[in-house]
């Protein structure tokens, strides 16, 4: 064993900051001289060879000594979870495969040392080891979970239960292509992972190319995980009872030569031959499960293997290191030490990594170039005459009809189904997927749209179709919506920082809190218009409120030419007076706001309202005003994310960044009276634009809590949210109060 700066063998450059060589593994002058991934066809020569097997388990320490010294060279990560795959993860890339999401963010420093020794990095600067330890944890650098700005990675990586979604939508847009997805035994308690396969399955059969790999290593987080008791049958059983008809299932322990004690055991405390045999049986049983899905059978590979195997730690205890883990530290020296490789097997992995697949992930996954989309062309929308009452979600239906017809990959998801929130035309055109052919419920199995009752499995699929360059847009009740926010923020905040352009990430959240009066508070939740403002300030989120069925026409029109943003429109169910034009609503959603009634007076107070069905008690306000001499003027907020000051947002940071504000005189010339009232019937930080720039008399009323009421108006008068409180506040105002 020697330090990196001993070493008097010929170094690859890329192994500058290797702390530790080790001596020549046995037999490396017979299994290591030809790299056994084939440089023509991407995967190995002969996966039943020795050589291939040893040449994998090159590649498996390899990683896992990256891994740990990544982290220990900030004394911060996670190294344990992804060293328990270390050999699945060798074996996929060797069979030829890459395009690898995974549901563990806590995996991440595996997945850089992949990038790593496959080339990928270098397209961020990092070319050595001594770089990647700079880089990691680092602003724009390897940051602690997968995100959208590293090379090579298909999808971002954070709460749990997500990384299958980036998998099946990967698995629809790309038929020919194998989606292997990591998920921990840890995660896998999360409800989704499971019922997400499963609906998806049921909806596209035939869609078997992604491969769920589970790592199976007993432990969670911070204790073992509530899977750890199960038996190899009983966790055979669970997935087939899911779905899948392909279980396969490759334990260490049968090949545990050491004695260790328990069900979970780490291979790399196998004698020789046992990690051979170990390393063998890995790679035959997953080229057996890659073409059992491939070719048309749901299929799931398990890796039962110890957490921390290889490591500086066994169990939990190898899952996060602290400050005294640097790598000064007796216990990382110990596990670098015994994990150091020759010179000359780096160089065989590195030349292996950058052949396998057809060359490194940052040029051949499929998230490395741009999607073709079909061309939409010229929609058609339907201008509705002023003062006409119409269904803001149906004339989008309509579009989105057309959408679907033109792209035949668009993809519509709801959890509550369309028929509930006004959008049936959307069932009529698209027809919902199911395997029961029904015309009474416009169902059979080749349909676009997606029905789940889950708003995660709703989001997540939708999510992943924009990520991976497709059209799709995820429909749900504004209420509840905020159950499938989770892995739409996550995409979100990775399109503001990805590398290349994609669809937008389109919603639209129906059924507002003010239009549930019957059903109570459950139904009444417009907080997710908080978490959505909050948003706002990254850069790339744009909610819309469109007052009407024009304008809600002109958003979506908006919201397809878009690219790498987050885009919900908030429209309601209910028939509402049209206040725009279509000319007004397209300048309305491009400009942030427009004026939908003007009332002269010896003073004029300004309404500046979020929302469509509040506006009802507000022009019954300016009414009242009038006929006391008093002037208004409603300003309809559709795009409240244009009102800010530039320096208020960080759009600058994005990669495709959007810096389009309205201006302080446009600013000025729509808001200029004696006093503003803002107006929403949801969250109040929806109007943070206009309490950080206008500076005159003001105040700002909005929802406040759900309650059973028998109509709309009632829910707005417990809200205090009436005509008669707007003209009390504008009198206060006026007077000075």
């Given at each position: 064993?020697?330090?990196?700066?001993?070493?008097?063998?010929?170094?690859?450059?890329?192994?500058?900051?290797?702390?530790?060589?080790?001596?020549?593994?046995?037999?490396?002058?017979?299994?290591?001289?030809?790299?056994?991934?084939?440089?023509?066809?991407?995967?190995?020569?002969?996966?039943?060879?020795?050589?291939?097997?040893?040449?994998?388990?090159?590649?498996?320490?390899?990683?896992?000594?990256?891994?740990?010294?990544?982290?220990?060279?900030?004394?911060?990560?996670?190294?344990?979870?992804?060293?328990?795959?270390?050999?699945?993860?060798?074996?996929?890339?060797?069979?030829?495969?890459?395009?690898?999401?995974?549901?563990?963010?806590?995996?991440?420093?595996?997945?850089?040392?992949?990038?790593?020794?496959?080339?990928?990095?270098?397209?961020?600067?990092?070319?050595?080891?001594?770089?990647?330890?700079?880089?990691?944890?680092?602003?724009?650098?390897?940051?602690?979970?997968?995100?959208?700005?590293?090379?090579?990675?298909?999808?971002?990586?954070?709460?749990?239960?997500?990384?299958?979604?980036?998998?099946?939508?990967?698995?629809?847009?790309?038929?020919?292509?194998?989606?292997?997805?990591?998920?921990?035994?840890?995660?896998?308690?999360?409800?989704?992972?499971?019922?997400?396969?499963?609906?998806?399955?049921?909806?596209?059969?035939?869609?078997?190319?992604?491969?769920?790999?589970?790592?199976?290593?007993?432990?969670?987080?911070?204790?073992?995980?509530?899977?750890?008791?199960?038996?190899?049958?009983?966790?055979?059983?669970?997935?087939?009872?899911?779905?899948?008809?392909?279980?396969?299932?490759?334990?260490?322990?049968?090949?545990?030569?050491?004695?260790?004690?328990?069900?979970?055991?780490?291979?790399?405390?196998?004698?020789?031959?046992?990690?051979?045999?170990?390393?063998?049986?890995?790679?035959?049983?997953?080229?057996?499960?890659?073409?059992s899905a491939m070719g048309g059978t749901l299929t799931v590979f398990i890796l039962k293997?110890?957490?921390?195997?290889?490591?500086?730690?066994?169990?939990?205890?190898?899952?996060?290191?602290?400050?005294?883990?640097?790598?000064?530290?007796?216990?990382?020296?110990?596990?670098?030490?015994?994990?150091?490789?020759?010179?000359?097997?780096?160089?065989?992995?590195?030349?292996?990594?950058?052949?396998?697949?057809?060359?490194?992930?940052?040029?051949?996954?499929?998230?490395?170039?741009?999607?073709?989309?079909?061309?939409?062309?010229?929609?058609?929308?339907?201008?509705?005459?002023?003062?006409?009452?119409?269904?803001?979600?149906?004339?989008?239906?309509?579009?989105?009809?057309?959408?679907?017809?033109?792209?035949?990959?668009?993809?519509?998801?709801?959890?509550?189904?369309?028929?509930?929130?006004?959008?049936?035309?959307?069932?009529?055109?698209?027809?919902?997927?199911?395997?029961?052919?029904?015309?009474?419920?416009?169902?059979?199995?080749?349909?676009?749209?997606?029905?789940?009752?889950?708003?995660?499995?709703?989001?997540?699929?939708?999510?992943?179709?924009?990520?991976?360059?497709?059209?799709?847009?995820?429909?749900?009740?504004?209420?509840?919506?905020?159950?499938?926010?989770?892995?739409?923020?996550?995409?979100?905040?990775?399109?503001?920082?990805?590398?290349?352009?994609?669809?937008?990430?389109?919603?639209?959240?129906?059924?507002?809190?003010?239009?549930?009066?019957?059903?109570?508070?459950?139904?009444?939740?417009?907080?997710?218009?908080?978490?959505?403002?909050?948003?706002?300030?990254?850069?790339?989120?744009?909610?819309?409120?469109?007052?009407?069925?024009?304008?809600?026409?002109?958003?979506?029109?908006?919201?397809?030419?878009?690219?790498?943003?987050?885009?919900?429109?908030i429209a309601s169910k209910t028939p509402l007076p049209i206040r725009t034009t279509l000319?007004?609503?397209?300048?309305?959603?491009?400009?942030?706001?427009?004026?939908?009634?003007?009332?002269?007076?010896?003073?004029?107070?300004?309404?500046?309202?979020?929302?469509?069905?509040?506006?009802?008690?507000?022009?019954?306000?300016?009414?009242?005003?009038?006929?006391?001499?008093?002037?208004?003027?409603?300003?309809?907020?559709?795009?409240?994310?244009?009102?800010?000051?530039?320096?208020?947002?960080?759009?600058?940071?994005?990669?495709?960044?959007?810096?389009?504000?309205?201006?302080?005189?446009?600013?000025?010339?729509?808001?200029?009276?004696?006093?503003?009232?803002?107006?929403?019937?949801?969250?109040?930080?929806?109007?943070?634009?206009?309490?950080?720039?206008?500076?005159?008399?003001?105040?700002?009323?909005?929802?406040?809590?759900?309650?059973?009421?028998?109509?709309?108006?009632?829910?707005?008068?417990?809200?205090?949210?009436?005509?008669?409180?707007?003209?009390?506040?504008?009198?206060?105002?006026?007077g000075g109060g």
């Amino acid at each position: 064993m020697t330090l990196a700066q001993d070493a008097t063998t010929q170094i690859p450059a890329f192994c500058e900051g290797i702390q530790y060589f080790g001596d020549p593994w046995p037999e490396f002058e017979q299994l290591g001289q030809t790299p056994a991934v084939d440089v023509s066809t991407g995967k190995l020569t002969d996966p039943s060879s020795r050589a291939a097997a040893y040449q994998t388990l090159l590649y498996a320490d390899a990683l896992r000594y990256l891994v740990l010294q990544m982290t220990a060279s900030k004394a911060s990560g996670h190294p344990g979870g992804f060293a328990s795959q270390a050999e699945a993860y060798a074996a996929l890339v060797y069979l030829g495969h890459k395009n690898i999401p995974t549901e563990v963010g806590h995996h991440a420093p595996g997945f850089y040392a992949a990038m790593f020794l496959d080339g990928s990095l270098a397209g961020m600067g990092i070319h050595t080891v001594a770089d990647l330890r700079a880089r990691f944890r680092e602003r724009e650098g390897l940051l602690g979970h997968l995100s959208g700005y590293i090379p090579g990675l298909l999808a971002p990586a954070g709460p749990l239960g997500q990384g299958q979604h980036f998998a099946m939508a990967g698995a629809l847009l790309y038929p020919d292509c194998l989606f292997p997805v990591t998920i921990g035994d840890g995660g896998l308690g999360e409800p989704y992972v499971m019922s997400s396969m499963l609906h998806f399955h049921t909806a596209f059969p035939q869609r078997t190319n992604f491969l769920p790999v589970l790592v199976w290593n007993g432990y969670s987080q911070e204790h073992h995980s509530m899977v750890s008791t199960a038996s190899n049958a009983q966790m055979t059983e669970y997935w087939r009872g899911n779905g899948f008809a392909e279980v396969v299932l490759v334990d260490a322990k049968e090949f545990d030569d050491a004695e260790q004690p328990g069900p979970y055991v780490d291979s790399t405390l196998f004698s020789w031959e046992g990690r051979i045999r170990f390393a063998q049986r890995v790679l035959t049983e997953m080229e057996r499960a890659i073409q059992s899905a491939m070719g048309g059978t749901l299929t799931v590979f398990i890796l039962k293997q110890l957490k921390g195997s290889g490591v500086h730690a066994k169990g939990s205890k190898s899952h996060n290191l602290y400050g005294h883990h640097t790598l000064d530290n007796p216990d990382i020296v110990a596990a670098l030490q015994a994990r150091a490789l020759a010179p000359a097997a780096w160089a065989l992995v590195r030349q292996n990594c950058e052949r396998a697949a057809g060359g490194p992930a940052a040029k051949v996954v499929v998230t490395e170039s741009i999607r073709p989309l079909p061309e939409l062309g010229s929609l058609t929308l339907t201008e509705f005459p002023l003062g006409d009452k119409q269904v803001s979600t149906t004339a989008m239906g309509a579009m989105v009809v057309q959408v679907g017809q033109k792209d035949p990959a668009f993809l519509v998801s709801n959890a509550d189904g369309n028929e509930a929130s006004g959008i049936a035309n959307i069932n009529q055109g698209l027809k919902v997927i199911h395997p029961t052919v029904d015309p009474l419920y416009n169902q059979q199995p080749q349909g676009q749209v997606y029905e789940p009752l889950s708003e995660d499995a709703c989001a997540g699929l939708t999510a992943g179709l924009a990520l991976l360059g497709g059209r799709a847009l995820w429909c749900s009740y504004e209420s509840f919506a905020i159950n499938g926010l989770p892995i739409w923020q996550t995409v979100t905040q990775a399109m503001a920082e990805l590398r290349r352009p994609t669809p937008s990430l389109i919603a639209l959240y129906t059924a507002g809190a003010l239009e549930q009066g019957r059903n109570g508070w459950t139904h009444q939740r417009p907080e997710i218009e908080a978490y959505l403002a909050a948003m706002m300030r990254n850069g790339n989120v744009f909610p819309l409120f469109p007052p009407d069925a024009n304008c809600t026409q002109a958003a979506y029109e908006w919201a397809l030419g878009t690219c790498n943003k987050g885009i919900p429109i908030i429209a309601s169910k209910t028939p509402l007076p049209i206040r725009t034009t279509l000319k007004q609503a397209r300048q309305a959603v491009e400009q942030g706001c427009t004026v939908l009634q003007e009332l002269p007076g010896s003073q004029t107070v300004v309404f500046a309202v979020v929302g469509d069905m509040i506006l009802l008690p507000v022009f019954e306000a300016a009414e009242q005003l009038n006929a006391q001499g008093i002037g208004s003027r409603i300003v309809s907020v559709v795009n409240p994310r244009r009102l800010y000051r530039p320096e208020d947002v960080a759009w600058a940071t994005c990669a495709q960044p959007d810096g389009t504000f309205l201006a302080e005189a446009a600013f000025r010339d729509l808001f200029a009276g004696d006093a503003l009232i803002g107006v929403t019937g949801g969250a109040s930080l929806m109007l943070e634009p206009l309490m950080l720039r206008y500076a005159g008399r003001r105040d700002f009323l909005s929802w406040k809590r759900g309650e059973t009421t028998a109509t709309p108006a009632e829910l707005m008068g417990f809200n205090g949210l009436t005509a008669q409180a707007f003209v009390q506040r504008a009198q206060q105002l006026l007077g000075g109060g």
